[in-house]
C-alpha cells in the first residue's frame, strides 16, 4: 500500500514512513492511493471476532508488508489489552432507534486512546528498526494531548512537546497531561486557541531549520495512523448492529473532522453506511460547508464541549481530495487561497461528492438538553460532546427503521461542571486514573506566537 499527499507534491510513501513522517512535506495529508475493499462476505465473516483480531483484519490492508500479520496482531491485542471493557468499543442502547458507542475505556477516557494506544506502539516499532528517534509536536483542545502522552511517555527514542490553548481545557484534560512525570514529557500552555496551536504544528514541520536538526513527528489526526485505527470501531458497531446486510447512520461529533472522516473510510471500503451526521458546537465552520458549501473560519467561541472548540479542521481537506476528484494540485492552490483568505467555497464536485454527510449544529442549550434527556429518559450520562452528537442524531430526522450510532467520545467525567449544570449529577472519575488532583502539575507558559513556541522546542530537544 502506497499513501499519497492530498496536494500532489510530495514523494508517495509506505506505511511506516506515512507513520513517521506525519505531516507531508507539501503541507498536505497523506491519504492511501486507493481504498482497500471488502465483500460483504468477507465484512460478515468479522462477525464475533474478539476487537483486537477485528482490529487486524481491518488495518491489514493499510499496513501492507510494513509489519507481518502475526506482528500486527500482537500490537493490536497489546494496545486493546488496556482497555477497561471487554469489547473494548461497546454499544448502549438509548430508545428504538438510538445507540452510543463508547470510545472511552481507554485509559484517558476519550476516543482519542483507540487510535494513540496503537500509534505508540507503531512509533516503537518503525523507530526500532532504524535506530532513530522522533520529536513529536502536537496540539490538543484536550484529549489528544493526555492520550499521546500516556502513549509515548517513558518511551527511551520519543520526545513529545504538547501544546494546548491555555484555560481552554477542562481541570481533568489538563492534569491528565501535567501530571505525567516522564522525561520525555513537555507540556506547554499557549496564549491563544487550539486553531493557533494547530497553525503552529504544521508550520513547524515546514520550518527547514527545525527539521536539519529533529525528525519532526504528529500523533494529531494529521497521521494517518490515527485514522487508520479509528476505522476500526465503525466495523465493530456495524457488525453488532446486523452489518453488512443492515446499514446504519453515525452521528459524530466533530472538530478536526478525523473522527467522522473514519467513517468516510469504512464507507469507501464496503461498509453499508447510510448517513454520516456531522454535529458541531457553536464552532460551526464545518455544519457550514456541509450545508452551505461556506468554509469560512471565524474566531473560536469557547464552550462546554472544548475538545471542538475549533474552526480550522485539517482532515476537511482530506474529504475534499477524495469526493473532489482526487486533483493534489488543485486542492494546493484551494488550500491557499483558504490560507490567505480563511474562506473558500467548495467546488460542486466537492459538494456532490460528500452526500454520504448530513451536519447539524448544536448550541448551549442544545447541548444541556441533550444531556438531561439521555440521563433522565435513558439513564445514561453523556459528556457534553457526545450530547452534541446525540443532538445531531435525533435532528437529523433519519428514517425510524435505521438505526443511529453516536459516538460517545469522551467520558462525562472529564466535563463534571457541564454535566451536573445540565442533570444535577456529579460524575465521578473512575478508578483507573488514579490520585489525578493529588498530583503536581507542570508545563510551561508561553506567548501564542510561532517564534516562542519554536524556540522552546528548539532549545529543549534533546
Ligand atoms: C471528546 C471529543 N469529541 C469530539 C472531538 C472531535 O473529533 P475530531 O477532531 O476527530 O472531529 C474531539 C477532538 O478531536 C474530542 O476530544
Ligand atoms: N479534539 C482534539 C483536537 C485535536 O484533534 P486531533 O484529532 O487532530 O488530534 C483534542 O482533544 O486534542
Redesign the pocket.
Known amino acids: 500500500m502506497k499513501y499519497v499527499s492530498t496536494r500532489g507534491e510530495a514523494p508517495s510513501l509506505d506505511f511506516a514512513e506515512v507513520t513517521l513522517a506525519g505531516l507531508a512535506s507539501d503541507g498536505g495529508l497523506y491519504v492511501p492511493e486507493s481504498w482497500p475493499q471488502f465483500s460483504a462476505a468477507e465484512i460478515a465473516a468479522m462477525r464475533g471476532l474478539p476487537y483486537a483480531e477485528l482490529a487486524a483484519r481491518v488495518m491489514e490492508p493499510f499496513v501492507g508488508d510494513c509489519l507481518t500479520p502475526q506482528r500486527l496482531r500482537e500490537l493490536t491485542a497489546k494496545a486493546y489489552g488496556r482497555f477497561a471493557h471487554k469489547a473494548v468499543t461497546p454499544l448502549v442502547q438509548l430508545d428504538e432507534q438510538h445507540w452510543v458507542l463508547e470510545l472511552?475505556h481507554g485509559p484517558t477516557l476519550?476516543?482519542?486512546d483507540v487510535a494513540l494506544q496503537m500509534l505508540g506502539l507503531l512509533f516503537e516499532e518503525f523507530l526500532g528498526r532504524e535506530e532513530g528517534s522522533l520529536t513529536i509536536v502536537g496540539a490538543?483542545?484536550?484529549?489528544?494531548g493526555s492520550a499521546a502522552i500516556d502513549a509515548v511517555a517513558g518511551l527511551d527514542n520519543v520526545e513529545i512537546f504538547m501544546l494546548h490553548p491555555k484555560g481552554r481545557v477542562s481541570d481533568v484534560q489538563r492534569r491528565q497531561m501535567t501530571t505525567v512525570r516522564a522525561p520525555n514529557v513537555h507540556n506547554i500552555a499557549i496564549d491563544g486557541s487550539f486553531d493557533d496551536a494547530q497553525a503552529m504544528v504544521k508550520r513547524i514541520f515546514a520550518d527547514k531549520d527545525v527539521t536539519a536538526k529533529h525528525r519532526i513527528g504528529a500523533v494529531n489526526?494529521i497521521n494517518w495512523a490515527r485514522l487508520m485505527a479509528?476505522v476500526v470501531y465503525y466495523f465493530a458497531a456495524s457488525l453488532q448492529l446486523g452489518g453488512p446486510e443492515r446499514s446504519l447512520a453515525f452521528s459524530?461529533?466533530?472538530?478536526?473532522?478525523?473522527?467522522?472522516?473514519?467513517g468516510h473510510v469504512a464507507a469507501r471500503m464496503g461498509l453499508p453506511i447510510e448517513q454520516l451526521i456531522?454535529a458541531t458546537n457553536v464552532n460551526d465552520i464545518?455544519h457550514r460547508a456541509l450545508s452551505e458549501g461556506d468554509y469560512s473560519a471565524g474566531s473560536v467561541t469557547p464552550t462546554s464541549?472544548p475538545?471542538?472548540d475549533?474552526q480550522v479542521?485539517?482532515?476537511f481537506e482530506r474529504l475534499l481530495f477524495d469526493v473532489g476528484g482526487r486533483d493534489g494540485l488543485a486542492l494546493a492552490e484551494q488550500m491557499r487561497g483558504f490560507d490567505t483568505a480563511k474562506a473558500m467555497r467548495l467546488t460542486n464536485a466537492q459538494t456532490k461528492g460528500a452526500a454520504l454527510f448530513t451536519s447539524a449544529r448544536a448550541d448551549e442549550g442544545d447541548t444541556s438538553q441533550a444531556m438531561r434527556w439521555a440521563y433522565e429518559q435513558c439513564g445514561e450520562m453523556l459528556?457534553p460532546?457526545?450530547a452534541?452528537?446525540l443532538h445531531a442524531a435525533r435532528a437529523a430526522g433519519i428514517d425510524p427503521a435505521i438505526p443511529v450510532v453516536t459516538?460517545a467520545?469522551?467520558h462525562p467525567a472529564?466535563f463534571p461542571d457541564a454535566v451536573e449544570r445540565a442533570t444535577g449529577i456529579r460524575p465521578g472519575l473512575p478508578a483507573r486514573v488514579g490520585d489525578l488532583f493529588a498530583r503536581e502539575e507542570s508545563f510551561v507558559e508561553l506567548p501564542g506566537t510561532y517564534e516562542a513556541v519554536r524556540d522552546h522546542i528548539v532549545g529543549h530537544a534533546t
Open positions: 472511552f476519550a476516543f482519542k490538543t483542545s484536550g484529549d489528544t489526526s479509528q459524530v461529533p466533530t472538530g478536526n473532522f478525523g473522527d467522522v472522516f473514519a456531522v464545518l464541549a475538545s471542538m475549533i479542521s485539517s482532515n459528556d460532546h457526545t452534541i452528537g459516538l467520545t469522551a472529564k
